[in-house]
């Protein structure tokens, strides 16, 4: 088995509105092939616009924009709510953040982070003619844990599930139900090197198996989450 390697993407320095992302990793660190490249979501949403001005003096004046981009309330806890955002995730606050942004102003999640993921892969491959996977992260809680992660709310060139029904544990046992969120590990394992306050929000992990990788269309919207009806706490 190929150790893995985590790389953390230095010196990008500040992202703004229509920032080249691809361009900038690209220069940033040398590619190979079968890289998968993991973006965190502020990032994303500071070079696509996705920001929005809110007082600054008011912790809570970022609800109203929670509310708007949520289309389900499941909870709420002081000041905390838990809801589904249009694209389906749920997460705290509609996925509205106000950490590592500018003071009066909240990063709102992209609008397809699929769409955004392959803009990416595509811009690195057009440059180095280099064939990578591109994450797009965000941090989620998780109910029943402790803690957050990250986890993939944008993929393109990996397969987002790993399907291994049909093959054999290491007893020979037929495995039924085994499907495996490969970007979602491949998020976290990136987290591990870019932190919440180290300013560094690209990572690349290599040495992923090379059949991870593929060019038919990815999404975490539709290949990843759970409809309502397969959900058993809807």
Known sequence: MTPLEIIPVEGLGEITRGTDLAGLIADAVELRDHDAVVVTQKVVSKA????????????LSHKAIVERESVRILRRRGELIISETTHGFVCAN???????????????????????????????????????????SDTFGRPWRRGVTDVAIGAAGLRVIQDLRGTTDAYGRELQVTEVAVVDE???A????????????????RGLDPTLFT???ASVR??????????LFR
């Open 222 to 231: 539709t290949d990843l989450l759970r409809s309502p009806a397969d959900d």
């Open 186 to 188: 491949i998020a976290a």
């Open 94 to 136: 509609a996925g509205i953040d106000l950490s590592n942004v500018e003071r009066g102003t909240a990063a709102l999640l992209p609008e397809d982070s699929d769409r955004s993921a392959r803009r990416i892969r595509d811009g690195i491959t057009g440059r180095t003619g280099v064939r990578v996977g591109v994450i797009v």
């Open 190 to 205: 990136a987290e591990l090197v870019m932190g919440k306050s180290t300013g560094i929000p690209v990572a690349v992990v």
């Open 48 to 59: 696509e616009g996705a920001i929005e001005a809110v007082d600054p003096d008011d912790p």
């Open 215 to 217: 060019d038919e269309p």
